[in-house]
Structure formats: C-alpha cells, structure tokens
C-alpha cells in the first residue's frame, strides 16, 4: 500500500515540478485512496513540498482535496 501511494505521489510531485517554475498560483485537485482496497481516505493531510510558505489542505469525508 505504502509503495503505490509513494508511486501516486512521484507521479503528482513530478507533473508539478514543471508547472510551478512557470506559474504562482493555481488549483491542484484530487482524491486520495488506499491502493490495497480502493477505499477514498477521509481527513488526509496533503502538502505541496517545497513551498514557501507552506502549503496544504486536508481531505474531506470522501477523500476529495
């Protein structure tokens, strides 16, 4: 489980790195699930790395950011 979340988050890492050289601002949206059961994670903390300040969200009841 752990191995396809570290997968899912390279994946939205690397799609991010090249838009952020170019932008300032914008949306990331998504929905975070277990990858063993395909169950949506309610209350997840997501943050984008390397940014300054810090920014994040946290999931609601269906997963969803």
Same mark, same amino acid.
């Given at each position: 489980m752990k191995k396809k979340i570290l997968i899912l988050w390279t994946m939205i &890492?690397?799609? /991010?790195s090249t838009g952020v050289a170019a932008q300032s601002n914008g949306n990331i949206r998504g929905i975070i699930v277990d990858a063993a059961s395909g169950q949506s994670l309610p209350y997840v903390t997501v943050t984008v790395l390397n940014t300054n300040p &810090? /920014? +994040?969200? #946290? #999931?609601? +009841?269906q997963g969803a950011f």
């Amino acid at each position: 489980m752990k191995k396809k979340i570290l997968i899912l988050w390279t994946m939205i &890492i690397a799609g /991010l790195s090249t838009g952020v050289a170019a932008q300032s601002n914008g949306n990331i949206r998504g929905i975070i699930v277990d990858a063993a059961s395909g169950q949506s994670l309610p209350y997840v903390t997501v943050t984008v790395l390397n940014t300054n300040p &810090i /920014l +994040g969200a #946290t #999931t609601d +009841g269906q997963g969803a950011f």
